[in-house]
């Protein structure tokens, strides 16, 4: 919403002093009967390697992931009937994120900002490399910190290497868990938030950690976890790996040793309180190989008890940007927003590379588990000034006009401000949210007491009062929008 705004003087003032006064006014009341919310609980992303999902007849090599005698356990999760399958649903039409987004690294850019920014390298993050102007964009760990939504990053290997940002490999590690061998394979480029100055080193941990923090209860709601090379079907193991009695060698080794880690992994994380609780494993896949096409379909496998289960198949065209869309409304955040290069032209050809109208994972989830994103909008009523101080003040009503209760805070930020007025009462500038210095002021929810509990339900309208510091008494002019995440830390 834009507005515009002029302070001329004008006599009206008994009415701002009333306004002023209370400051917050009195709102609406919330509907008597609430729309009941379907909470996703803690998410658990497992990231795999460079394996179509099905492809073309007459491509051999490397083989698909569906019906692959290498990956039993994998194709279990997608078999109807199979009792591994009850909370599983998977994507049939999950496509590579744009034409020639090659090799790994853009594709995890891309998972964590919505773009890959143009730069199609696998090097580690370096100025000279040209892969570490990331730190100015908005990424979706840097909303979950905003939002002080907790995440963590699961990397195995790290503990490995100088630092998370340095990638390190090697024939003389401990014997791994999984594999049996003594090889290890960290590598920044499969570690997306490694791209992002408020990211590349935090919240990082050892993939031992990780059970640590799923027995002890303190995994975060968001949890990136990528393998090493050898456990995420990247790289096959010197002398090949021999999984359930067959021995494989070249790249079906690869696809064994993964299958082998998630048959592992998965069963300990479904056991676990936070699994339970509505949780969601995501194993996702990076890109496509052999062609940027809808002939060649990535994996994308959900489990959780709020998956539409037994190996439902969704045929949703789908990418990288959905699951930014949809761990966004889960979460309620903003959608990153990051342009697209010009060159990067979508696979399916409608568009469905961008973040904002990209579709999300719903299909795969029983209706109501992902929610709506939010409709919060903005209007404003008249202008007064107060003689006196010279002060311009503004009610401004921010009302839930979706169907999708929204939590506190809420946020009514004020960007391209015209440069001859101050908003008096900001609570702060944007500094994760594009466009960057933007004013904003908090928005009462509930009693104003700060309880997370509180929501804005649908219809629901809240009332602010903007306090605006106009020297010039010219024109005031700005666009408005409501969030429902901090906008800076």
């Known amino acids: 919403m834009k507005i515009k705004l002029l302070t001329h003087r004008t006599s009206k003032t008994v009415l701002l002093g009333a306004a002023a006064a209370g400051v917050l006014l009195a709102v609406q009341t919330a509907p008597a009967f609430p729309f009941p919310v379907q909470r996703v609980g803690d998410i658990f992303v497992i990231a795999l390697e460079n394996h179509n999902f099905t492809q073309p007849t007459n491509m051999t090599s490397p083989?698909?992931?569906f019906g692959n005698p290498a990956a039993p356990y994998i194709n279990s999760l997608i078999t109807p009937g199979n009792s591994n399958a009850v909370q599983v649903s998977y994507a049939t039409a999950y496509f590579n994120a744009a034409i020639g987004d090659h090799p790994s690294e853009p594709n995890y850019v891309w998972a964590e900002a919505g773009t890959d920014f143009g730069v199609h390298t696998d090097a580690d993050p370096r100025a000279a490399n040209g892969n570490t102007f990331y730190a100015q964009s908005v990424h979706f760990a840097g909303l979950l910190n905003a939002a002080n939504i907790p995440w963590k990053n699961y990397q195995e290997d790290v503990d490995l290497s100088l630092s998370p940002t340095n990638s390190a490999s090697g024939t003389n590690g401990p014997v791994n868990t999984y594999n049996g061998?003594?090889?290890?394979?960290?590598?920044v480029k499969h570690?997306?938030?490694?791209?992002?100055?408020d990211t590349a080193t935090a919240n990082v941990y050892p993939l031992a950690q990780?059970?640590?923090?799923?027995?002890?209860?303190?995994?975060?709601?968001?949890?990136?976890?990528t393998p090493d090379q050898y456990n995420e079907a990247h790289s096959s193991l010197n002398g090949g790996f021999t999984y359930q009695g067959v021995h494989y060698t070249g790249d079906q080794s690869s696809i064994a040793?993964?299958?082998n880690f998630l048959s592992q992994v998965i069963p300990q994380i479904m056991a676990s309180p936070e699994y339970q609780d509505n949780g969601v494993i995501v194993l996702w896949w990076d890109e496509a190989e052999g062609g940027d096409d809808t002939n060649h379909a990535i994996p994308e496998i959900i489990i959780s008890p709020l998956a539409k289960g037994n190996a439902y198949a969704s045929s949703v065209p789908l990418n990288h940007s959905s699951d930014i869309k949809t761990w966004s409304e889960v979460f309620h955040l903003p959608f990153v927003s990051n342009p697209i290069p010009t060159n990067e032209t979508d696979v399916t050809g409608i568009g469905y590379n961008n973040v904002a109208v990209v579709n999300e994972l719903s299909d795969l989830f029983v209706p109501g588990a992902i929610p709506a994103p939010a409709k919060l909008s903005v209007n404003s009523g008249r202008l007064f000034v107060d003689p006196k101080t010279h002060h311009a003040f503004q009610l401004v009503f921010v009302t839930n006009a979706g169907f999708t209760t929204v939590p506190a805070p809420v946020w009514l930020v004020l960007d391209n401000l015209s440069a001859n007025a101050t908003v008096l009462n900001a609570a702060g500038t944007t500094s994760v949210l594009a466009p960057l210095g933007s004013p904003y002021v908090s928005v009462p929810?509930?009693?104003g007491d700060g309880d997370r509990d509180e929501v804005l339900y649908p219809f629901e309208t809240r009332t602010v009062l903007l306090e605006f510091l106009d020297p010039n008494g010219s024109a005031i002019s700005y666009d408005t929008r409501?969030?429902?995440?901090?906008?800076?830390?």
């Open 191 to 197: 570690n997306p938030m490694a791209f992002f100055a």
């Open 181 to 187: 061998t003594t090889q290890y394979n960290y590598a």
């Open 482 to 489: 409501a969030l429902s995440v901090t906008p800076a830390p």
């Open 63 to 65: 083989q698909q992931i």
């Open 210 to 225: 990780f059970f640590l923090d799923l027995h002890n209860g303190t995994v975060g709601r968001y949890n990136w976890i």
């Open 257 to 259: 040793a993964a299958d």
């Open 445 to 447: 929810v509930g009693d």
